[in-house]
């Protein structure tokens, strides 16, 4: 009984590329700050902070897919381990949307300026 390694170079050097190539997207739009997409709202957001929070779940889906190994496995224990990720993400974007509203409300209706 012998082993056969398969050379996964190609697919390890494309998971490199795509996720280099994505990091760049972010960085070129956090420099660069297009108005189109910075004074644009959207679900009291501007739609350039929902590109990066789209491009960073999309990193670290594909992080799980491909160094965890995900791709190869059942469809059951996929779901069960993105699902609660995908759960944790949105209530977190919930809470810090929440949250980040009621702040802006109470310091632009105050008196209280602004120190940050």
């Known amino acids: 009984m012998?082993?056969?390694?398969?050379?996964?170079?190609?697919?390890?050097?494309?998971?490199?590329?795509?996720?280099?190539?994505?990091?760049?997207?972010?960085?070129?739009?956090?420099?660069?700050?297009?108005?189109?997409?910075?004074?644009?709202?959207?679900?009291g957001l501007n739609l350039l902070n929902w590109i990066f929070y789209i491009l960073t779940i999309f990193k670290a889906y594909y992080i799980v897919w491909a160094f965890m190994h995900m791709e190869g496995e059942k469809s059951s224990l996929r779901w069960s381990v993105v699902s609660p990720v995908i759960f944790l993400v949105l209530y977190l974007l919930f809470i810090l949307l929440t949250e980040g509203h009621y702040i802006y409300g109470v310091f632009k209706d105050s008196t209280i300026k602004w120190n940050f």
């Open 2 to 43: 012998s082993h056969e390694h398969v050379s996964n170079t190609k697919r390890i050097w494309f998971v490199f590329a795509l996720l280099s190539a994505v990091t760049t997207v972010e960085v070129i739009l956090g420099i660069i700050k297009p108005e189109s997409l910075e004074f644009n709202h959207f679900l």
